[in-house]
């Protein structure tokens, strides 16, 4: 399994970026797929996943879409209205646990594959 991802870059605050994650070698429709960041100096955080339906992180929900398109085999984060505080590598990944409860889904160590990151950087 192979993730890249793509789509950061510097973006003014209140700006918008979509990121990408294209799946080689795992059908993005077969687990869950997230997405999480990591700023300067802080640990990992969740950001969304998709299994079927959308799971978010409390604080980004109604900012922040997650989508999938399953003919091209990649998964989406589209990202509205970015503050400073979303400066961060964001990171792809897939868990192979297609059962994986919602409790759960929020958890990294419940995936198995992790994409190199791509970096947002929000100026204000």
């Known amino acids: 399994v192979q993730l890249q991802a793509s789509g950061g870059g510097l973006v003014q605050a209140g700006g918008s970026l979509r990121l990408s994650c294209a799946a080689s070698?795992?059908?993005?429709?077969?687990?869950?797929m997230g997405w999480f960041r990591q700023a300067p100096g802080k640990e990992r955080e969740f950001v969304a996943a998709?299994?079927?339906?959308?799971a978010y992180a409390d604080s980004l929900k109604g900012r922040f879409t997650i989508s999938r398109d399953n003919a091209r085999n990649t998964m989406y984060l589209q990202m509205n209205g970015l503050e400073p505080e979303d400066t961060a590598v964001y990171y792809c990944a897939v868990s192979l646990n297609a059962g994986l409860i919602a409790s759960r889904i929020r958890d990294s160590d419940e995936y198995h594959y992790w994409g190199q990151g791509t970096l947002v950087t929000v100026s204000s």
């Open positions: 998709i299994k079927g339906y959308p």
């Open positions: 070698g795992y059908t993005v429709t077969r687990g869950v």
